[in-house]
């Protein structure tokens, strides 16, 4: 799950420290942060967003093979989700189904609904040797924000709802977008693209979540 920072969505943070972006407009954005939240129960879904560490955010996903109604519905509970998170994407593997899919609308907006995408299978087939350094978020690690490099435009290959393949080059916003949810469904979380003095920086909310989990699982099943 993406946190946006800059705007009323809050799935993923786009403030880059490379930027030239007020002091004080920075500090908004990061304020911003504190009101992200896990939503839990959602209606009209029994799915929850798994929190690290999790092991099925690390488990293999596999393909998407049947262009269905139920494929339909567990798009429309992802998207449902993703906008009780305020969020602008969000990527199976955090809903506990391990499956290359993963839906986004760069809008953060229900209501602009012609922005929404349902990627199927998708594929970075290029990436710009040009990136940039911005401050991102995830659902799975609430309570923080990290910095993380990634490329600034890509070429992509997915499938719709159909099934039929579509490309589209994605630049910026919309490219991180894309980057931070795909690396979801390779089983790679974004800590793991931090370097090493973010690492550090954000290690003690790391071992709060693992303790929280580890307690979680010695109540049972139902506590996770």
Not at 31 to 56: K, Q
């Amino acid at each position: 799950m993406f946190f946006l920072l800059c705007t009323t969505a809050c799935a993923f943070s786009a403030t880059s420290p490379s930027t030239s972006a007020p002091r004080q407009e920075r500090a908004h954005r990061l304020r911003l942060s504190a009101d992200e939240i896990n939503p839990g129960a959602v209606a009209g879904t029994n799915l929850r967003i798994l929190e690290y560490p999790h092991p099925l955010l690390r488990a293999p996903n596999a393909d998407v093979t049947e262009f269905d109604d139920e494929l339909k519905q567990l798009t429309k509970e992802m998207f449902d989700i993703m906008y009780a998170s305020r969020g602008v994407g969000l990527a199976a593997p955090q809903l506990g189904i391990n499956k290359r899919l993963m839906v986004f609308n760069p809008e953060g907006d229900p209501k602009k609904w012609l922005s929404e995408l349902v990627l199927c299978n998708p594929e970075i087939e290029e990436y710009s040797t040009s990136t940039a350094l911005e401050e991102e978020g995830c659902l799975s690690f609430p309570g923080f924000t990290a910095d993380v490099m990634r490329s600034q435009n890509i070429q992509v290959k997915w499938q719709g709802l159909n099934g039929k393949v579509k490309r589209k080059k994605l630049r910026g916003w919309e490219a991180r977008i894309f980057q931070h949810e795909y690396d979801h469904l390779d089983g790679t979380l974004y800590v793991d693209r931090l370097g090493e003095g973010e690492r550090s920086r954000v290690k003690c909310h790391l071992d709060d979540l693992i303790r929280s989990y580890e307690k979680e699982s010695l109540a049972g099943p139902a506590a996770l």
